[in-house]
């Protein structure tokens, strides 16, 4: 009888570690399963920052005084060069096309600031002087109350200078001069994202092409080489005596 015991009590054992063993190896099981499933998505995900193969879009305005300043004309040339291409540039629709064709304007280095650098504009935290020529300054009246340079992010007033902000694809971005207090609002631009290559020959959207190498006597910053969208052709009213290079959309 007492055999037949010590052998059941065995049995026992034995069943429990099985049991055990069984379910530690179900858990490790799920956790492999769940690391895996969010490097996919980790991997498929949109990067923070635009590579030399994205195309994002981000709604621009001005707001002086409760008026909004009409949208920038077209630009895809730098304002300091007119032979390089610009990556950051616009249609005349109010959005900022964010598409690097270099290093020196991708990643870290596309910011709001090398979008005025590339239209001939300059802003700081307490000015900023863009396509209507006027210097507006904190300081300066509106009517009779005095307003401050401030600018907002998807409806969200920000710190700091616009132009070191890296605008992500979607995002509504406003600069304004008003009295302290005093909302901005979305600029009339932000329609334009429902449909934001409708400017470059749209509706709908395409997928990024990977731009490839311009001719070897196109102009580019120091030490990197142009690049174009693939399958476009030249401009024929580049400046006198300059290289002329492929527009970007």
Same mark, same amino acid.
């Given at each position: 009888?007492?055999?037949?015991?010590?052998?059941?009590?065995?049995?026992?054992?034995?069943?429990?570690?099985?049991?055990?063993?069984?379910?530690?190896?179900?858990?490790?099981?799920?956790?492999?399963?769940?690391?895996?499933?969010?490097?996919?998505?980790?991997?498929?995900?949109?990067?923070?920052?635009?590579?030399?193969?994205?195309?994002?879009?981000?709604?621009?305005?001005?707001?002086?005084?409760?008026?909004?300043?009409?949208?920038?004309?077209?630009?895809?040339?730098?304002?300091?060069?007119?032979?390089?291409?610009?990556?950051?540039?616009?249609?005349?629709?109010?959005?900022?096309?964010?598409? $690097?064709?270099? &290093?020196?304007? =991708? *990643? +870290?280095?596309? %910011?709001?600031?090398?979008?005025?650098?590339?239209?001939?504009?300059?802003?700081?935290?307490?000015?900023?002087?863009?396509?209507?020529?006027?210097?507006?300054?904190?300081?300066?009246?509106?009517?009779?109350?005095?307003?401050?340079?401030?600018?907002?992010?998807?409806?969200?007033?920000?710190?700091?200078?616009?132009?070191?902000?890296?605008?992500?694809?979607?995002?509504?971005?406003?600069?304004?001069?008003?009295?302290?207090?005093?909302?901005?609002?979305?600029?009339?631009?932000?329609?334009?994202?429902?449909?934001?290559?409708?400017?470059?020959?749209?509706?709908?959207?395409?997928?990024?092409?990977?731009?490839?190498?311009?001719? $070897?006597?196109? &102009?580019?910053? =120091? *030490? +990197?080489?142009? %690049?174009?969208?693939?399958?476009?052709?030249?401009?024929?009213?580049?400046?006198?005596?300059?290289?002329?290079?492929?527009?970007?959309?």
């Amino acid at each position: 009888m007492a055999k037949s015991t010590r052998a059941a009590r065995r049995r026992a054992v034995s069943s429990a570690r099985r049991s055990r063993s069984s379910w530690g190896w179900y858990a490790l099981s799920a956790v492999v399963v769940v690391a895996g499933v969010a490097l996919i998505l980790a991997n498929r995900s949109e990067p923070a920052e635009p590579t030399t193969t994205q195309h994002w879009h981000a709604a621009f305005g001005v707001n002086v005084c409760g008026e909004w300043l009409p949208n920038p004309e077209t630009f895809e040339y730098s304002a300091e060069n007119p032979s390089q291409i610009a990556g950051i540039h616009t249609h005349g629709d109010g959005l900022m096309h964010i598409h $690097p064709h270099v &290093t020196s304007e =991708a *990643g +870290e280095n596309a %910011t709001v600031g090398k979008f005025f650098a590339y239209g001939g504009w300059e802003a700081d935290e307490d000015s900023f002087t863009v396509w209507d020529g006027q210097e507006h300054k904190t300081g300066d009246m509106c009517g009779d109350e005095e307003a401050v340079v401030q600018w907002e992010l998807n409806g969200e007033l920000q710190d700091g200078s616009i132009t070191s902000y890296r605008p992500k694809d979607g995002d509504v971005i406003a600069l304004a001069l008003l009295p302290e207090g005093e909302e901005i609002g979305d600029p009339p631009a932000v329609a334009q994202l429902q449909d934001p290559l409708a400017a470059e020959g749209g509706p709908g959207t395409v997928a990024p092409t990977v731009p490839t190498p311009l001719a $070897p006597d196109a &102009t580019a910053p =120091a *030490g +990197e080489t142009p %690049t174009s969208v693939a399958g476009e052709t030249p401009p024929t009213d580049a400046p006198t005596g300059e290289t002329s290079v492929p527009s970007a959309p």
